[in-house]
């Protein structure tokens, strides 16, 4: 299998490593089929490193199957691209693991592990461990990284400071990937609330949240955006933005930044990142124009060890 | 199969009337953020947990204790001592969520048993399987978001014996992946053990009614008359689409006591009370009701009901509205 990671990348002209690279996650809405094909056609042209593909949110979801995932990450491959299978955060049926294990014995391209079952499935082969695992200390690193783990998601809560902590005691040869941009994915349930909002239940969804590419947004009964639904899942209404700490994350060690898929304008967000990391642009300038592609506004607390929707004034300044 | 009644004690009162009223095992946790139940005032210091461990061994009651947070690097000593000294206290055993303390404990500790904690969100007999192999887990506590018959599957292809909230506090949210809390007050259950902590709290009286905010923001408002609930973010009303209604859930509390036999038949090794910051009183209460309850139930499983008494006892004591069925009915999953 062609998976061992990378350290670094070098550019099209061959003339220098990029300080880190930059991931696609799985697209975590449900989106019509023909749209999922025309987003990753441009992900093909785009400068993103590494794609994640696949449903983790709802196994209700079917628009692609594995074959379908499976013939995408070929062609992305082609394309140059590093591959993961994303695989399913709530494993819960035996229709969920029956999946699972498909996903996990695919024998071409790494897997990322959402749950606890996928890593015990996998049977100490390598894994990516997404932020769900809760990796919260560099000796849950060791333990993973004894059972395979190549690269792991820090959890969406930790802050800039426990990163560089985590870091400074993680064991060779395992990367670190942060969450870089988009609605951050905070809790999931076995409800499904896009259902409840019509007032359905689960069983008879009707894939009623492929009506909202984006989620359905929800507001303070005093007015600000609060959250969004998606499905099973909960998001912040607020788009957490990691250009700003750019040059700490490079200076951290860090080798993949996360670029989390919303239904516009995310491949204009792949461009600002690129140009950032290159020195060609400015990260306050790319900021600004990041903030303009946002459907409501930043939030970067969680970075800073505040509350999560915090847009944090000391980041603002300057 | 014999169905261990598991109770909350979040001080000596609370663990003493949890052995009185016939808890076959408590579970406590230190008076910090190394478990999932930190609040100001809660839980037990060094003296007041080994006078705990004293009294329910005196009484043949079992020790659980939760460290079912997820230590960062710089606080790993705090956890590591924990471990360290609820083992020299004799606890039969430790409830844990994070990689780093099960090793820890099943390394150095191997006289203690580990529970995993509903905090690791194990919610298939795989991932199970996986804290069995490599630490030695002895029973997983299943998030409260799963269906009976998942319960029972899960129960039938388990390698540890399974353990289940019977009643109490509904978390919706997988829980150990739930950020709610930390989203509006920078702390969460699994970095400060705390869920929608007390000090992020709100109680305003506005021209619109009574409001409660979290961390700055509104949860819910409440006309004259009506009774308010604790705010937590999952269980707000907000507006979606023009619509005001409680968006994720209900406040509603669990409460399994009519689905005992069923729970029983499938295997399920204990029941666990939730409310470790609850009083003396609905630990009391609960323990009292649920004793009878599993009493009547492994008697006579076939004709077992669950009685009208009983359920008013427990609306006595309940937060909110309860759900017959609770998680495990699921009306609308």
Known sequence: MAIAPNSGRRDEAGNGVLPLRLSLGPILYLWPREDIYDFYTCVAESAVDVVYLGEVVCAKRRALRLIDWLALAEDLREAGKEVVLATLGLIESEADLRALRRFCTNGRFLVEANDMAAVQLLQGGPFVAGATLNIYNERSLRILAERGLRRWVMPLELSGATLKQLQAGRPAGIETEVFGFGRLPLATSARCFTARRHNATKEQCEGRCQDDPDGLLVRAQDGPELLVINGVQVQSAHTFNALPMLGELIAAGVELLRISPQFHDTFEVVRVFDLCRRGEMEPDAGRHILESLMPVGPCDGYWWGEAGHVDWPANAIG | ?333
């Not at chain 2, 090793?103 to 795989?126: I, K, M």
């Not at chain 2, 902590?197 to 006309?223: F, K, N, Q, V």
Request: aromatic fraction near 8%.
């Open chain 2, 1 to 333: 199969m014999y169905m261990e009644l598991v109770c909350p004690a979040g001080n000596l009162p609370s663990l003493e009337a949890a052995v009185e009223h016939g808890a076959d095992a408590v579970y406590i946790g230190f008076r910090d953020e190394t478990n999932a139940r930190h609040s100001a005032g809660l839980n037990f210091d060094a003296q007041t947990m080994a006078q705990g461990v004293e009294l329910a061994r005196s009484r043949g009651v079992q020790v659980y204790v939760a460290l079912n947070t997820y230590p960062r690097p710089d606080g790993w000593t705090r956890w590591q001592q924990a471990v360290d000294h609820a083992a020299e206290l004799g606890v039969q055993a430790l409830i844990v969520a994070d990689l780093a303390v099960m090793d820890y404990a099943a390394r150095h500790c191997p006289g203690v048993r580990l529970h995993l904690s509903v905090q690791a969100s194990s919610t298939n007999y795989e991932s199970i399987r996986f804290y069995h192999e490599h630490f030695g887990i002895r029973r997983a506590v299943l998030p409260r978001i799963l269906s009976l018959q998942q319960v029972e599957r899960i129960a039938a292809h388990s390698p540890v014996a399974v353990e289940v909230f019977g009643f109490g506090n509904l978390c919706v949210m997988v829980e150990g992946r739930c950020l709610l809390s930390s989203y509006a007050t920078g702390r969460s259950p699994n970095t400060w053990g705390v869920c929608s902590p007390a000090s992020a709290i709100e109680w305003h009286a506005s021209a619109e009614g009574l409001e409660t905010r979290l961390g700055g923001l509104l949860i819910d408002r409440y006309p004259p008359g009506r009774k308010a609930s604790y705010p937590q973010m999952c269980k707000g009303r907000y507006e979606v689409q023009g619509q005001v209604y409680h968006a994720l859930e209900e406040p509603v509390s669990l409460n399994t006591l009519d689905l005992l036999p069923e729970l029983q038949e499938a295997g399920v090794a204990a029941v666990k009370i939730e409310g470790r910051q609850r009083s003396p009183t609905y630990v009391a209460q609960a323990t009292r009701v649920w004793r009878a309850a599993l009493d009547e139930c492994e008697r006579a499983p076939l004709s077992y009901r669950s009685r009208r008494e009983w359920q008013s006892q427990l609306a006595k004591v309940a937060e909110r509205y309860q759900t017959s069925l609770g998680a495990y009915g699921r009306p609308w999953q």
